[in-house]
DNA sequence: CAGCATCCGCTTTGATACTG
DNA sequence: CAGTATCAAAGCGGATGCTG
């Protein structure tokens, strides 16, 4: 809330979205879509809720994001980003690049929840989808389900679940990403205790091929 | 300091460099270069010296900048990016790209230096040279100078002065902004109360071509 | 129950003064 | 020049209570 009263337009921006708590709030609105507020205090662990109550009051009244009040009868008011709020994906991936690396050395106390892994796997698989037939995969890792969708030459990734997934994986997240990643092929994913059903073919329609399979990972 | 613990890539870099001024001592590193104390502390105007030095001690620690003690006669040391701290440049960037707007609406008592100006006309004139001969031009609108050096392709914004510049641009920050976005053409801007000398031919080296002549600017 | 507001103890920040 | 020391003010985290 406090200025930096800088003529610069990076100062300008953190004098916005600077605060603490308020770029993950973003984060949410974007690989969750539209929440409400119990949403996101449940995407947001160890937020006060009297802070979350102020963020979006700050982030409503800058612009980034709109509170939509729902009809009357029974009802609940959704949170979405305005089309400004949308142009800060890339100052979170940005940050998301440059955090990846961090996540080697993570306390296995760290909070997770699933709709985290959006972003990144959109990251790693965008542009490497192979031709061929749109495949669905299931990723199984935290409190709900994500699906891979690979669909023509572009991978969409969304929290929800199928009853007809070609493939389902279910492990760590840090597995999950490797193997995403190209770090890890399947096999050395399932040694290190992935689980894999389903058809592998399906797999590999996303996954980029593996660049090293020496790599010990952690978990 | 206080992570917020979570299995997110994008929370763990804002554990990192989400503390309020930390991102703006990575924007002195990366628009001034290796800094001594006190460079720092003059293009952080407001920041409270225990800050800064608490911050320092931070951004080492996490391997985002080195501290270099200097040869023992008379000296001083200089702290600069590692290729880790290098690496935030695109966090940098997206947050100047989604905060330029911003700055039109910005009190005119804002503190201001002039390689603040680095990456915006950077990001500007990436890619905008012209073939031709090599130029030089020096923007007079701050503390000191800077230079837009304009060479083959590419072109880099400096601090700095030269004697023989080809142009000289002498006017408000917002105007200089303007001009060198092509929201405004030379002719414009200086009826705006922008001081232009030498050769127009060298400052349409690197200038875009004016997009609206008719988008009146404050200041 | 969703969506806050209030209160309280603790930590961080900001401003200034002082030191090797 | 390059910080440390000090202290008041603001911000944050956690718990609880209120309202439709």
Redesign the interface.
Known sequence: V?T?????????????V?D?WT??IV?ELLTQGPCRYTDLRDGL??IATNLLAERLRDLQRNGVITREEAPPPIATSLFRLTPRGE??R???????????P??QE??K?????TH?LV??LERRLRGRARSGPPVTIEVQTGDRPVLIEARGKDVHVRPGTTPNADATLRGT?PLILALMAGELDLDSACAQGLEFEGDREALARVQPATQSQTSGLRR
Do not use: H, N, S
């Open positions: 406090k930096y009263d800088q003529f610069c337009a990076a100062a300008r921006a953190l004098d916005v600077g603490r770029l993950l984060r662990p160890g142009e800060l890339p100052v979170i991936e940005a940050l998301g690049l440059w955090g990846a961090l996540l993570m306390p106390t760290a909070a997770f929840r985290w972003l990144p997240p």
